[in-house]
């Protein structure tokens, strides 16, 4: 038997309010420009690799792809 036979689909799990703020990151935003709640979570989702960060000075940030 085939590991592709015993999942059906693979997800990364995440909370209702991370999945709401995936939505709102849909196009890039710049970190600072979100409350210091969503910055927290945003850093969280960076280290998922649900969202990528660009730029080093006043970076900002958008979701993957695949996660949208």
């Not at 038997?1 to 999945?19: A, V």
């Not at 979570?41 to 940030?61: E, H, N």
């Amino acid at each position: 038997m085939k590991i592709n036979e015993l999942i059906d689909n693979f997800e990364i799990w995440t909370t209702n309010e991370e999945r709401s703020l995936l939505k709102k990151l849909s196009n890039p935003i710049k970190i600072s420009q979100l409350s210091e709640q969503d910055q927290f979570k945003v850093q969280t989702l960076i280290r998922k690799s649900l969202v990528t960060k660009i730029g080093m000075d006043d970076p900002s940030v958008v979701a993957n792809e695949k996660t949208i």
